[in-house]
């Protein structure tokens, strides 16, 4: 079998989505004993920051049995000029996978095309899929499922919310997204989702989250948005989730930021830290997700074995 990429919640279909979320489960209460990355390393290519995608990824690679590479696109050639296609045929002869966050979807897929081994999107301005994977089983572990269940997602259509489209397509569940005019989801990531379950843009925050078992939000300038931030602000008055909007949602929802959260934006201090809050414990999944996810794309399956 060819090598497979993790560019998109999509890439992987929902018995794989369960699999994947099933060993990370595992990983997480103790009962993973093997290092099916032994020997093996991952590149990780940031030319955005990050905190928890780079801590993750490091920590679980290690955990593992392998090596993880911090490459920043500042001063790897890339970031002279060096073509992506390039760049992934040089790392494949010395790698066993890749992750890269970068700005442009184009490029991580230009990526995947051109290497030889597997890559993983660690955030592009349209997608974040490790974080929904990580979201997931957030969701999992507080509701047990995510059949039946409502998510809202309130504020910006950025990479999150694509990235939520594409997993309420996957796997069937009812999506609610409330964005300011002309701050909406990507149009054909919609479409597309649109035709495979119910997902629904709707006139306003409360709308959206009335009896919603999950509620979510991001910030409201991304990176590479900065020059945007003061504009978003008034643009994105009223979305903020507040105590009175988790309120609306139904009484055992829990609420989810990706982070980093900017307090008294998008979120409120008071949810953010309050008994609905999962985030967290949203943090940490990005560790036993991305294992489990790691395991699947390079993992030495032999040695992959659950006691
Ligand atoms: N949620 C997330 O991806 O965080 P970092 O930007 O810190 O990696
Ligand atoms: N939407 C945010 C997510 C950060 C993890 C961004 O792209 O900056």
Redesign the pocket.
Known sequence: MGKRDFLAINDLDDTEVSGILDMAASMKEGSFIGKPLREKTLAMIFA???????V?FEVGVSQLGGQSLFLSSRDIQLGRGEPIQDTARVLSRYVHGIMI?TFAQDDVVQLARNATVPVIN??TDLL?P??VLADLMTVREAHGTWEGIVVAWVGDGNNMANSWLNAAGLLGFELRLSCPEGFGPDAAILDFNTKRAPVHVVDSPHEAVKGAHVVTTDVWAS?GQEDEAAHRREAFRGFGVDEALMAQAHPKAIFLH???AHRGEEVTEGVLEGSQSRVWDE?EN?LHAQKALLVSLMGDHRDGDHD
């Open positions: 955005k920051s990050s905190t928890r995608t780079r993750s966050r660690g955030l974040h490790c974080q990176m990706c982070l980093p943090a990005r």
